[in-house]
């Protein structure tokens, strides 16, 4: 199973970016996706998660901000991040769950500027 993400980049502060992840490999069904980030000097954060079914949660930080989307047809994760902030700079990175093995991306640079 290999992870792709895609649409980091740099931003000013109260400005959008919409990330992707393309899953794709040996799977017959994606279940859990999740988005995390790691800023310099912190450690990995969930972001966001979307079930199966489409039943989402979110860290209270981007509550509100972002929102998580898949297409199970296409094998795709979306984050769309409005109003963003300096503190949502970080690596963020895709995360499934097929069957009971989890597998990561390589992450995306997500840089706001102020």
């Known amino acids: 199973v290999q992870l792709v993400e895609s649409g980091g980049g740099l931003v000013q502060a109260g400005g959008s970016l919409r990330l992707s992840c393309a899953a794709s490999?040996?799977?017959?069904?994606?279940?859990?996706m999740a988005w995390y980030r790691q800023a310099p000097g912190k450690q990995r954060e969930l972001v966001a998660s979307?079930?199966?079914?489409?039943?989402?949660k979110y860290a209270d930080s981007v509550k509100g901000r972002f929102t998580i989307s898949r297409d199970n047809a296409k094998n795709m994760m979306y984050l769309q991040m409005n109003s963003l902030k300096p503190e949502d700079t970080a690596v963020y990175y895709c995360?499934?769950?097929?069957?009971?093995?989890?597998?990561w991306g390589q992450g995306t640079q997500v840089t706001v500027s102020s």
């Open positions: 995360n499934i769950w097929v069957f009971m093995t989890t597998y």
């Open positions: 490999g040996s799977m017959f069904s994606i279940g859990a």
């Open positions: 979307i079930t199966r079914d489409a039943s989402t």
